[in-house]
């Protein structure tokens, strides 16, 4: 939620809504886009969206990329390749910058938010297929992945420790930082 907006990815577009009554605001398409997928927002409003590179179930597509909104609702792709290694999940930081999990590289890293993005070393987990990630209040995040049935917990630049196990593809996470669940 970005200004009383939700943003919602929908394949090739990110819809949108007002956040209190549920009404449609419009939608936006990314040109190119085949498996837009996580949605983060920065404190300053700034929506990032992941584009996975995904077609036809799980074949890659090569459209592996990362979008900005600015505050006019206009798009910017800040990066894009297969060096992504599928983006899924982002995580967006104080300084603008995000975190990363990837589901086809299995790891976690830095994508710079500013003009000239740039992708950080990544470091990978024991088992790949990565999709959410969260912050908690510690300092640590959560990271789900499909590969290990499981959740890990570490440090952005890791290592990382599974504390749930046996979870058939675990997706996005919530964290309530109130009752610390």
Known sequence: VSAGTLHVPDV????MFDAKTG?????????GSTFLNDVAVASDGTVFVS???FSDGF????????YKFNAEGGTTKIIAGEALGHPNGLLAKESGDLVV???????VYMVSGGSSAERSAGVKTEQGSLDGIVALGSGDVLVS???ASAVYRGKEGGPFTAV???VDAPADIGWD????R
């Open 12 to 15: 090739a577009h990110v819809l």
């Open 23 to 31: 009404a449609a605001k419009g939608e936006v398409k990314l040109d």
């Open 51 to 53: 584009d996975s590179g």
């Open 59 to 66: 074949k890659p597509s090569g459209s592996d990329a990362i």
């Open 101 to 107: 999990v990837s589901f086809g590289s299995g790891e």
């Open 145 to 147: 992945s499909w590969g």
């Open 164 to 166: 749930v196990s046996e």
């Open 177 to 180: 930082a109130k009752r610390s």
